[in-house]
């Protein structure tokens, strides 16, 4: 059974190749077919506990009309220097 190349992802492609040369053709597609079959599984949905605390702080103000962040948005960091303290917004040019 031939592997179609063109659907593979370029790491996959590669990974066919060292197997094809290590191990020959024919048991090289049977490995890869198994070892694709092993990474089929769903990655799960990772989430940023920072960013979801941000959308919570910032969620009472969804509907204020005055409110505004721009096109491009702000950054938030943490305040660096000596006795610095709290988080400091700048807007993104």
Avoid: C, H
């Amino acid at each position: 059974m031939t592997i179609d190349q063109s659907t593979l992802t370029k790491g996959q492609v590669r990974k066919l190749n060292a197997l094809r040369k290590s191990i020959g053709d024919d048991i090289a597609e049977d490995a890869f077919s198994k070892w694709m079959k092993s990474q089929t599984k769903t990655p799960k949905e990772v989430r940023d506990p920072v960013a979801d605390a941000l959308v919570t702080a910032l969620s009472n103000l969804q509907n204020d009309k005055s409110f505004k962040l721009g096109n491009k948005g702000y950054v938030v960091r943490r305040a660096k220097g000596k006795g610095m303290s709290g988080f400091v917004a700048s807007k993104v040019s």
